[in-house]
Every structure is written in C-alpha cells, then in structure tokens.
C-alpha cells in the first residue's frame, strides 16, 4: 500500500474514533452538556495541517474532558533532526493523532489518558497508550484495568502487554518525587513491525480504551465522596501538571513544533493544588 | 580576599536575609500565624550541603509564600558540566542562594518573585532579580515599581537598570502563549565584575525587595476584590505554573542537581486554574 493511502486510513481512523469518544462521553453525561469544538491551523499562510480539539467542562461526571485531533505536516526544524528517526536524512513530516485526557468530579474515578499516533518521516511507525492516575487505593480495579489492557494486547501478541506495561512504568515517573505518576497501563512507540498488523492493534487499543473509560465510570461513579477526597484529588492533580509541563514528550514535541497551545495544554486539569 | 571568606559572607548575608524578610512578612500577617521550616540535605551519605525552607499558608495577607535558602555543593554530572561556566575544566561546585515566591490572597496584590545566588565553579559570579505578577492591571504600580528598580540600580551603575530589565522581560515570557510572565523587573546572570561591587549590589537588591513588598502590599491590599478576580487569579497562576515548570532555569538547575523537590516546587502556587 502507499504512504499516500496508509496516512488517509490513518487519520479518518483517528476522526472517527474521535467522534465515538465524543458521542460516548456525551451519552455519559446524560446529553445535559456537550462538547466545544475549535479548529486550528499550524500556520496562517501556508498550509502546515492543524487539528480539531474538543473540550467538555463541568460535566455532572467529567470535571473537564479534551479529545483532541491533529493532522500536522512540513519540515522538522533543525532542533528536532537529531531527535526524530529518520529526519536527518529528510526533514519533512507528517504526524495525525488522537489523544485524550480525562479528569473527573468524582475523586472516586481515576483520571484516564489514551493517546495513538502515527508519525511519518523517511520512516514511519505508530506509537501511543493508555493509562490511569487514581487518587484514592483500589487495588481490585488496578487488576482489572491491567487483565483488560493484556486482553487487548493478546489478541495481537502474546508478548505486547509485558514490553508495554514496562514502557509505561518507565515513562509514566516522576523521577523528583520518586512516585510513579498513576498505576500504570500500556505504552509503545516507533512500533513498525508491519504496518497493517500494527494498524490493526492502534485501532484495538483506541476501541478498549472506549469500554475501559465506560466500565471504570459506571463501576466507580456511584461511590460516595468527601471533602477530603476531593482535596486529595486536587494534589494529585499537581503532580500530574508537574509530569506533563516537566517530563511529557508530546508537549515538549507540540510546544516546540509549533503546535496550538491551547490543544496541547488541554491535557491540564480545570484545577491544581500544591501543599 | 580568598574564595572561603567570600562563600562564608555570601551565605551569612543570605541567612540573615532569609531572617528579616520571614519577620516582615509574619509583622505583615500581625503575627496571627508563622512560618513552618524543614531543614534537608543534599545525600543522606556524604555532606553535600543542603538547605532551610520556610513556607506559611493561609494567612490573612498571603495565600503561600516560601523563603527558601540553600548552600550545596559537590560535583557536577558530566550532563551539566557543559552547560556551566568553569565547570568543564573542574566539576566541583559551590552554590549558595536565597529565592521567595509570594502568593497573594487579595488578587489586587501581585504574585512576588525575588533571588540572588552566588555561584563557584573554576570561576565565580552572582545572579538573582525581582519580578512581579499582577492578575489585574494597575500602570500606576508597574511606572512606581520600575522607578523603585532605577533607584536601586542607579545607585551601583547607571546601566545596569536598562540591561537587567531587558534581561527580565526576555526571561519571563512565555513563547506557547506569546505572553510575558508578569510586568518584568530586573534580572541578572553570570555577574563578575567585582566581587565587592557585586555584593553590595546583591545585598541592595534584597532589602529593595523587602521594601517593595511591603509598599505594594501596603498600597493594595486594602482593595476589594470579587469572586470574578479570584478566578483570574487561579487562571494567572496556572500561567505561572506553566512558566516555572516549563522554563524556570532554577527549577531545571535544582530538580537536576538533586535538590530537595519540596524546596524548589516550593515557587507553585497554592492552587492554579486552567480553562
């Protein structure tokens, strides 16, 4: 198949999925509140893509949601080269995602991260994950999100779900806290084994990330909650603000490409606290 | 004068500092509540310096503010060895600084940023500033403030008020949002002209802090507030998170140098916003 092609299944993939994620979440809120939608561009004279990224805030369930889209492209700047396979030899790119960040009322519900990408230079290969950042123990629910995510992985191959859970502690720390950022969940990136096979997983990944978020809200949203939850909820929410602004790759990647801000930071809760 | 004596009255004047502005800010607060203090080392093992942090939360006049002193030492990893002059050719250093981070409950009053280090590699130099932060526009206080600066520049060198405010408004700006932190101030690196000249700067630089702080406070905390002013406050705030983390050159230096993490993200503010 051609690059041309595999770009185009690629990023309709990714605006469908947007689209069901959206649809999911909004029949979770009981269609009482809807999403917010902005498109923006990369550059205002030449056309560089750009994305569409949708937020939900102060739902009765999700304190605030963003579902985000991009399809970007042009020429890596110097800086970047060295950084990025297969960029040295030709800086030109063209990288579509989805990622998604979920911070919830209830303190109850973790918070819940999924993002899937594929990214094209004079190489090509996807990456992505899922995790989740509770506030509060449960240590049932850690063992049932961690059997679902090896069930998603087996499917594909048996040894996925050891390499990407690893990936995932490892990237997922906060190395000046000594504290790991939630409880884990699967990462994986420059994967190009085969492209159709690795297509096929990115898409399995983005579907259990669906009924993983559906199960987990409909298992932990009933649970009554305290102030003092909520407060423990706000600190852990500063120490997600300290890993994305200090460690994530992907806002160091859209931030320094020029990417839009707003989209990018999107992944910040409506509310921090530091003691 | 040998190096010893210099490092021994750099941090004398340091701690003494850290001392007066603790009293100034617990008299401003009518000594309704006080400073908390943890003292922490560097390695548990080896001596390697270390620091005092005093932090007071939820008073009256101040929402947090931490006053921070340290006096570290060791050797550079090789990975910071480039980045600092005179430490490729020694990696052994030397660094003593006081930094305080200032938010206010009243959203009249400006967040308020103030530090001075002294820093020995193979060679030797003093750095540090003032900068504020105001959520709210008031021209009157930016034109009296700056002046306040010119004065205390004025009085060691009549270039430096020029240079080192440029150097602020360089420094603390935020290129994702092409938004500047606050309204500037001074700044000042690598400063080595004169160890002597140098130092009474530093010294001038602090207790102008100490006056700045307690006239702006003095002028504007007076001032109602709504509930509308508070939310562009946590919004301003999280703009200063994003700064600090995103940025902060001594967040970087600390967090990288084994500092204590709960000193150097002492500068977060209590609670931040972000829309």
Redesign the interface.
């Known amino acids: 198949m051609n690059n041309k092609i595999k770009k185009k299944l690629v990023k309709n993939w990714f605006k469908d999925l947007q689209d069901l994620i959206c649809y999911q979440i909004e029949e979770i809120e009981n269609y009482s509140t809807s999403f917010k939608n902005k498109i923006w561009n990369r550059d205002k004279l030449k056309d560089q893509g750009g994305g569409e990224y949708r937020i939900l805030?102060n739902g009765k369930v999700f304190d605030k949601v963003g579902v985000n889209f991009s399809e970007v492209y042009g020429k890596f700047s110097k800086e970047f080269r060295d950084q990025v396979p297969g960029a040295k030899k030709n800086p030109n790119f063209w990288a579509s995602g989805i990622s998604v960040v979920m911070h919830m009322k209830n303190p109850n519900v973790p918070a819940m991260h999924f993002n899937t990408r594929f990214i094209s230079t004079s190489q090509s290969w996807f990456g992505g994950g899922i995790d989740v950042t509770p506030c509060l123990v449960d240590n049932k629910l850690k063992f049932w999100f961690h059997s679902e995510l090896k069930k998603c992985c087996d499917r594909h191959n048996k040894k996925y779900y050891k390499k990407y859970k690893k990936w995932c502690d490892n990237y997922f720390y906060l190395p000046?806290?000594n504290e790991p950022r939630g409880i884990g969940g699967i990462f994986f990136d420059y994967k190009k084994d085969s492209w159709e096979k690795d297509f096929a997983f990115v898409r399995d990944v983005g579907l259990t990330f669906k009924n993983i978020f559906y199960s987990i809200i409909m298992k932990k949203n009933k649970i009554k909650w305290s102030k003092s939850d909520k407060e423990i909820q706000?600190l852990k929410r500063?120490r997600y603000?300290?890993f994305n602004?200090?460690y994530d790759r992907g806002t160091k990647f859209g931030?320094k490409t020029g990417g839009n801000?707003d989209a990018?930071?999107m992944s910040?809760?409506?509310?921090?606290?530091?003691?």
Chains 1, 2 share one sequence.
């Open positions: 805030e000046h806290r706000y500063g603000v300290e602004l200090l931030l801000s990018i930071l910040l809760p409506p509310s921090a606290k530091w003691k």
